[in-house]
């Protein structure tokens, strides 16, 4: 069993692909699927050209470096209880409170959702089980679910902090 690509951030490996070319292949596998069941380890690999290593006995991981500041990780689960689910998230290397978004914000909420959006989805704000509305969006489309979080790209200035950046993207059946 491989080690969590969280738990040594310094040992991830340089990524190949940019942020947004990141974002670009999880759209083109979120469009062509159609069934839950088609979230599998081989899929997420063919699709991103990267080996996913197993974490847990239906946990597969990948991990990398983007920028000198952000990484990304890569995983599929396939639990009993929640089915098939791919995320994608872009993390800091290091805790920086000062940390902007811009190297990775080549596509932003907005145009990720319109993608979604012109694929048949339809969004509608993320809520969390009290009825919180977070920093994001959930799609629908059939039985595919995408969960997009976001967080603001700086705190300053001003259209930096109301500009949104995909910082999480979860797939999954319901």
């Known amino acids: 069993m491989s080690e969590h ?3 040594h951030i310094t040992a991830l490996p340089q990524s190949e692909l940019t942020a947004e070319q990141l974002l670009a292949k999880l759209s083109e596998l979120i469009i062509s699927t159609t069934d839950a069941n088609e979230l599998t380890k081989d ?3 063919a699709i991103f ?3 996913l290593e197993q974490y847990e006995e239906d946990v597969f991981d990948y991990g990398a ?3 000198s500041d952000w990484n990304v990780a890569i995983s599929v689960s396939n639990f009993e209880s929640s089915g098939p689910t791919v ?3 872009f993390f800091p290397g290091a805790s920086r409170d000062d940390l902007t978004m811009t190297d990775i914000c080549g596509v932003d909420a ?3 959702g319109t993608q979604l959006e012109q694929a048949g989805f339809i969004g509608r704000p993320a809520t969390d089980v009290h009825g919180l509305q977070h920093y994001g969006t959930k799609y629908r489309r059939g039985s595919l679910q ?3 979080l ?3 790209e700086a705190t300053e200035p001003p259209e930096m902090r109301s500009h949104a950046c995909v910082e999480t993207v979860q797939i999954q059946g319901q």
Do not use: W
């Open 5 to 7: 690509p969280d738990d």
């Open 146 to 148: 995408i969960t997009v």
């Open 150 to 152: 976001t967080k603001r």
């Open 49 to 51: 050209g990267v080996h």
């Open 43 to 45: 899929a997420v690999e």
């Open 87 to 89: 995320t994608l998230r």
């Open 65 to 67: 470096r983007l920028t």
């Open 110 to 112: 907005a145009a990720f």
